[in-house]
């Protein structure tokens, strides 16, 4: 039998996509087969050594807790992960993000009210912990949860996005340690609940992703000061993530079904203004998270049960069209929720 791929110009996208998505799971299957053959033990388990960064874990809730991310053990990607954050089912963990010891948190909630946060005060645990509720130190509505935890940087500018695609950037001073608790960071009333939120330098790119899997890239310089429409969205779907590029950027993609798939940017045409209805940039039922990587980067993957698992890009193949992706987490009746992306400085 010729095992030669055919010409598949013609042929259906979403065919096309789940061929591919076959080739790489043989593909890793293959591998598997090959490195168990050779070795006779488990793969060796790379570490980080001890500094200053963390690992913050948290619930839409406000149940936080801070872990040293040396703590956290690198796997190979598609194992099931480690236990971490102990929440009740009803409380999933929904954030994460890696933060330096005295820097200080932005929390932005889903009213898109912002507030400053010493990471003190966020409880330090080991790896399996409950950690300590945060919010009464922020002073929530009712019915209001945390959306986005981030550190505060001392430059470039904060974009925000909503779940109904709107797109608002605001320079990094407006966060200083002046800034009024509360401050509300758009018009919710026009905006709608926040999605998510990420650093960008100003003038570059910004790349926004919703539950479909369907994203858009335009220049961040066309958003205006009083914010607009990121990406057109149908009635049945909802953005959930924004992240920075430019035509050298890697963008990883995660669904919740624990499948991801890195996609260069230099394939990834950037539109001519926001507001399009953008493009398909990954096959998955439910996109959790894009962001931008480098190939040094670990990826850590939350699941909904409260399981981590922490891995190299490198081990993702890099794809310049439309895939399912690959296997990053293995689940059993779980699904991922939250994911963070990591450069380490020293290993051991």
Not at 95 to 105: N, S, V, Y
Not at 173 to 195: C, N, Q, R, T, W
Not at 275 to 296: E, I
Not at 299 to 318: D, N, T, Y
Request: glycine fraction near 8%; include cysteine; charged fraction near 20%.
């Amino acid at each position: 039998m010729d095992r030669t791929r055919p010409d598949l110009t013609d042929i259906n996208q979403e065919v096309v996509a789940y061929i591919q998505s076959l080739e790489d799971e043989i593909e890793r299957l293959n591998n598997h087969s090959q490195l168990a053959a050779t070795e006779t033990s488990e793969a060796p388990v790379f570490y980080e050594s001890p500094g200053p960064y963390v690992l913050i874990t948290a619930t839409a809730s406000g149940t936080a807790k801070r872990t040293p991310v040396h703590l956290y053990a690198r796997q190979r990607r598609s194992g099931m992960g480690i236990f971490d954050l102990d929440t009740a089912p009803e409380d999933p963990p929904a954030l994460l993000t890696i933060a330096e010891e005295g820097q200080t948190l932005l929390m932005i909630t889903s009213d898109s009210r912002a507030f400053r946060l010493p990471l003190s005060s966020v409880q330090e645990t080991p790896v399996r912990a409950r950690g300590n509720s945060i919010v009464s130190k922020l002073n929530l509505f009712e019915g209001e949860t945390l959306a986005a935890i981030l550190p505060i940087h001392a430059q470039g500018y904060l974009s925000l996005l909503s779940k109904t695609g709107m797109v608002r950037s605001l320079r990094h001073h407006v966060f200083g340690e002046y800034m009024k608790p509360g401050i509300p960071l758009y018009d919710i009333k026009s905006f709608g609940p926040l999605a998510n939120a990420c650093w960008s330098p100003g003038d570059g790119d910004l790349l926004v992703a919703t539950r479909q899997g369907r994203a858009i890239r335009f220049s961040e310089k066309q958003v205006p000061p009083q914010g607009c429409v990121g990406m057109r969205l149908t009635p049945d779907d909802q953005a959930v993530s924004i992240t920075p590029v430019d035509d050298s950027s890697e963008v990883f993609f995660l669904g919740a079904d624990g499948h991801g798939t890195l996609r260069k940017m230099n394939s990834f045409a950037r539109n001519k203004a926001p507001g399009s209805g953008g493009k398909n940039a990954m096959a998955t039922s439910q996109l959790v998270a894009a962001a931008n990587v480098d190939g040094v980067d670990d990826l850590f993957i939350i699941s909904r049960l409260g399981k981590i698992i922490r891995f190299q890009v490198a081990e993702v193949p890099v794809k310049e069209g439309v895939v399912q992706g690959v296997i990053c987490m293995s689940f059993r009746a779980d699904e991922a929720s939250a994911l963070a992306v990591r450069r380490p400085v020293t290993m051991y």
